[in-house]
């Protein structure tokens, strides 16, 4: 079984508090709330995939929110904010994919600030190439390529106990090591 985006299920708008009791509805399985640039869509779309067929984690990718894209495209920032916080409030983690273009988001920083006051806990994800971090995204865990990415993972499930055979999904992250890994062209594999 796969992990699955909760930005295609979750309803529409809603009050802060009902975020709250979402978000404690889905707390049987770990979400990852990927903050990213837009500008970097087909490397986090790369990323979500594999974290959610992989490892069997869900994520919130707020690309495939219908109501936070209409949002967007209204201009709306009320509705846009409270869209994204609830995002972040159906997660469990927050991980932020790095790339020499994360520093020219407005939201990334808002995204971190928020998770961090929520509790989240909060990681950064370096894609390709070399990046030199600004402090805000220095909090929490570095993850700088595949193998660290893999790592982070298996703590993720270990850490929730998921029901699934922890080895299973150990094997599957690991499958990839010997040819070529569907994340080459996003990340680096050394660290």
């Known amino acids: 079984m796969a992990g699955r985006n909760r930005a295609l299920q979750v309803p529409g708008l809603a009050s802060f ?19 990213h640039i837009s500008i970097d869509k087909t490397a986090v779309e790369g990323i979500a995939d594999y974290i959610m067929e992989k490892a069997d984690i869900d994520v919130y990718l707020d690309i495939h929110d219908e109501a936070l894209q209409k949002a967007v495209d209204r201009g709306n920032s009320e509705e846009i904010t409270a869209l994204i916080e609830r995002g972040i409030a159906s ?51 570095l993850i700088h390529g595949t193998k660290s990415l893999n790592e982070y993972i298996e703590r993720v499930i270990s850490d929730f106990k998921i029901i699934k055979s922890y080895s299973s999904i ?12 569907p994340l080459d062209n996003i990340l680096d594999w050394k660290m």
């Open 17 to 35: 508090e009902s975020n709250k009791s979402y978000a404690s509805a889905n707390e049987d399985k770990p979400c990852i709330f990927l903050s």
């Open 170 to 181: 150990n094997e599957s992250l690991e499958s990839h090591t010997e040819s070529k890994h």
């Open 91 to 141: 997660s469990s983690h927050t991980m932020c994919l790095i790339s020499e273009e994360t520093v020219k988001s407005w939201w990334v920083p808002y995204e971190l600030g928020y998770a961090k006051k929520s509790g989240k806990e909060i990681s950064s994800l370096k894609l390709k190439g070399s990046v030199e971090l600004p402090d805000f995204l220095k909090i929490g865990a």
